[in-house]
């Protein structure tokens, strides 16, 4: 019970650090003009959800190194989450950066494979960005997609994505939103986040 306590105020904390540094990235900038409008995002959601995930992770028994990298993931996603709905944008720091850490560890470690991992999911998304040239759907979502590959695999990336895009599909048009740009972020960044902290995984 202890353990579990210690992680979710592990999971919130990174959460938090997470949202703030979002904020300070993304501080001065302006969306846009073709991205989706300026939303905003409840901090206290945010940290709940993280905290969630964490008790969740906890409870699977991981080892302490495979709850702090999911813990770290988790805070990063939240980052892109509050980017992406309060900016429109997804910056490069939150997803070139760990997908780099992700591929040079991969590389020392003689595991090439990661690349190919990563390569897999995000071509959807390219194809779409591209043909879109980068309207809705961004590049950004392209490089998110990208380091969701090595963090829950092809398998479950294509499917939690598949889920994310139909989430996406749904919730805009409850909204009556269809046919404008999207924050598409937070739905690739929860169909990373749950899979990762509630299914099992290898550290």
């Known amino acids: 019970?202890?353990?579990?306590?210690?992680?979710?105020?592990?999971?919130?904390a990174l959460g938090a650090v997470g949202i703030y540094t979002a904020?300070?990235?993304?501080?001065?900038?302006?969306?846009?003009?073709d991205g989706p409008p300026a939303g905003k995002v409840s901090t206290r959601v945010l940290i709940v959800a993280n905290a969630l995930l964490g008790a969740f992770a906890a409870m699977r028994g991981l080892?302490?190194?495979?709850?702090?990298?999911?813990?770290?993931?988790?805070?990063?996603?939240?980052?892109?989450?509050?980017?992406?709905?309060?900016?429109?944008?997804?910056?490069?720091?939150?997803t070139?950066?760990?997908?780099?850490?992700?591929?040079?560890?991969?590389?020392?470690?003689?595991?090439?494979?990661?690349?190919i991992v990563a390569v897999?999911?995000?071509?959807?998304?390219?194809v779409l960005a591209w043909r879109s040239h980068g309207l809705g759907l961004g590049w950004g979502d392209v490089k998110l997609a990208a380091l969701?590959?090595?963090?829950?695999?092809?398998?479950?990336?294509?499917i939690f994505f598949a889920l994310g895009c139909t989430a996406a599909v749904i919730v805009a048009r409850a909204r009556g939103i269809s046919g404008r740009?999207?924050?598409?972020?937070?739905?690739?960044?929860?169909?990373?986040?749950?899979?990762?902290?509630?299914?099992?995984?290898?550290?």
């Not at 019970?1 to 919130?12: K, N, P, R």
């Not at 070139?96 to 470690?109: C, D, E, M, N, V």
């Open 1 to 12: 019970m202890i353990s579990i306590l210690f992680w979710c105020v592990v999971f919130a």
């Open 23 to 33: 904020r300070y990235v993304c501080a001065g900038q302006t969306p846009p003009p």
């Open 63 to 94: 080892p302490p190194q495979g709850l702090a990298i999911v813990a770290l993931a988790c805070g990063v996603l939240t980052a892109i989450w509050v980017a992406d709905v309060e900016l429109g944008i997804i910056p490069d720091a939150f």
């Open 96 to 115: 070139l950066a760990p997908l780099g850490a992700l591929l040079l560890a991969a590389a020392l470690s003689g595991h090439w494979y990661v690349a």
């Open 120 to 126: 897999v999911p995000a071509l959807p998304f390219a």
């Open 148 to 158: 969701g590959g090595p963090l829950i695999g092809v398998q479950g990336a294509l």
């Open 181 to 203: 740009p999207v924050a598409f972020g937070p739905y690739l960044a929860t169909a990373i986040a749950l899979p990762l902290a509630l299914l099992p995984q290898t550290f």
